[in-house]
């Protein structure tokens, strides 16, 4: 089955600078790659995804990457504002019916 | 279009006491999740249902049963609540490779 690590757990950055969030999988099938922002009390929400045919993908000031050589896959958020703070979760998935595999999730602070 | 339901969004229970969780999304999903989310913890996958008709364990089980009532509908239930089970329980729902939506999440404490 699928493995995926998430690094780091925890991410302090000034209001401005960007922050970025790494994740690896382990199996090279996995096809489909979502990142969720979860804000403190609420539930897990969508912030970008990427599939396995795509090698970056943006919105505004998040971007996606992946590299499917070294089965790995980034979350870069540009400009920081303090609304990024919360937990990010990245996600794996490598056959149709199976479930999301979770990363373990990143505490993103923004000061100000 | 509401997305996905859940009911009750908050619930205290003794232990040894039974209840059962219920979500339901209305955006024709084939799978269904459960999850458990313990304080400053990730997500932990309970059960799930590919496809109406079926279910599967997941990676923390124990404790818990489901039923996948219809398309729409997947529950959960705690038989004899335990201490342990205090945590927040989000139910989700995905079609495909298709972005999976969490519902607001039950908050259950058990004493």
């Known amino acids: 089955g699928e493995n995926v690590e998430q690094h780091p757990s925890t991410l302090s950055v000034q209001e401005g600078d960007s922050a970025v969030i790494k994740c690896t999988y382990s199996d090279s099938a996995s096809n489909y790659f979502p990142w969720y922002k979860q804000e403190l009390g609420k539930r897990p929400q969508l912030i970008i995804d990427?599939?396995?045919?795509?090698g970056e993908k943006k919105d505004q000031r998040i971007a996606v990457t992946l590299n499917k050589t070294a089965k790995h896959f980034s979350l870069h958020i540009t400009e920081t504002q303090p609304e990024d703070s919360a937990v990010y979760f990245c996600?794996?998935?490598?056959?149709?019916?199976?479930?999301?595999?979770f990363g373990k999730g990143t505490r993103l602070s923004v000061i100000a | 279009n509401a997305g996905v339901t859940q009911t009750p969004k908050f619930q205290v229970l003794k232990t040894g006491q039974s209840m059962t969780l219920q979500c339901a999304q209305d955006?024709?999903?084939?799978?269904m999740y459960w999850y458990r989310q313990d304080p400053g913890m990730g997500l932990r996958l309970i059960y799930y249902?590919?496809?109406?008709?079926?279910?599967d364990k997941g990676e923390v089980p124990n404790g818990y049963n489901v039923s996948r009532l219809n398309k729409r509908e997947f529950s959960l239930r705690l038989e004899s609540a335990a201490p342990s089970q205090t945590s927040v329980y989000f139910c989700?729902?995905?079609?495909?490779?298709?972005?999976?939506?969490f519902g607001d999440g039950t908050r259950l404490s058990i004493l």
């Open positions: 955006m024709n999903h084939n799978s």
């Open positions: 996600a794996a998935k490598w056959m149709r019916n199976t479930p999301l595999v």
């Open positions: 249902s590919a496809s109406e008709g079926t279910t």
């Open positions: 990427i599939r396995s045919n795509v």
């Open positions: 989700a729902s995905m079609a495909g490779n298709q972005p999976q939506h």
